[in-house]
């Protein structure tokens, strides 16, 4: 049988971490194996665990989730699990590499445990609340993409800007009509061209998230 999903809880709020941990183990393919009210431990439970998944706060005492993220994110699948909606924070925790972003509140139970076993394959799962923060902070204040300056096709431009909104590749293929297998031809296409390795890196760059544009 497959192993199943471990996962560390880092909260400050204990009735958030005992919610997580009852949903979470409610699942066979789902384990719980610690929990950290801050950061600091965190980071030092996620090096002594080794877990598949860290669901992480944001806003705790000492180290910070994004803080904490940028330590973990090297070795472990880190999705941020917060109540904070805040634009600069969210563009931070992508740009450290963290595997994804969600909103409380915004998304139902089954949509977390979804998440979880997403983040474990390696793959980004930045929610809706975080992508529309995101691409609304860019649309006011930032130009459009320049596809041209990573060397996109136009195409390829368009799935990358459908990929930022927070598309998944089945939903990017309907829009495109295109097979999913060519969206998956395409992305690995660009992931290259931008030197990025994940989703997330895609979207933090594309957005504008790290500050500065791959010009090589």
Not at 137 to 143: D, W
Request: proline share 4%.
């Amino acid at each position: 049988m497959t192993e199943p999903i471990r996962v560390l809880i880092i909260d400050d709020n204990p009735v958030v971490r005992l919610g997580l941990r009852n949903l979470l183990d409610a699942h066979d393919t789902i384990t719980v194996v610690g929990e950290a009210d801050n950061g600091d431990d965190g980071v030092r439970m996620n090096s002594q665990l080794s877990p598949d998944v860290v669901l992480c706060d944001v806003r705790m005492p000492g180290l910070d989730g994004v803080g904490a993220a940028a330590q973990m994110a090297p070795t472990t699948s880190v999705v941020m699990l917060t109540y904070t909606d805040d634009l600069d924070t969210i563009r931070s925790t992508i740009a450290s590499g963290a595997k994804g972003y969600l909103v409380h509140g915004a998304h139902q139970p089954d949509e977390i445990v979804a998440a979880v076993v997403t983040a474990a394959s390696g793959s980004s799962v930045l929610g809706p609340a975080a992508s529309l923060a995101l691409l609304s902070g860019t649309a006011a204040s930032a130009p459009a993409v320049d596809h041209g300056t990573w060397g996109l096709t136009s195409r390829e431009g368009e799935i990358m800007a459908l990929v930022a909104k927070g598309l998944s590749n089945r939903d990017i293929a309907k829009a495109c009509f295109l097979a999913e297998k060519t969206v998956k031809n395409h992305i690995n296409n660009i992931f290259p061209k931008l030197g990025v390795v994940t989703r997330a890196e895609a979207i933090s760059l594309w957005l504008g998230a790290t500050g500065s544009q791959n010009t090589t």
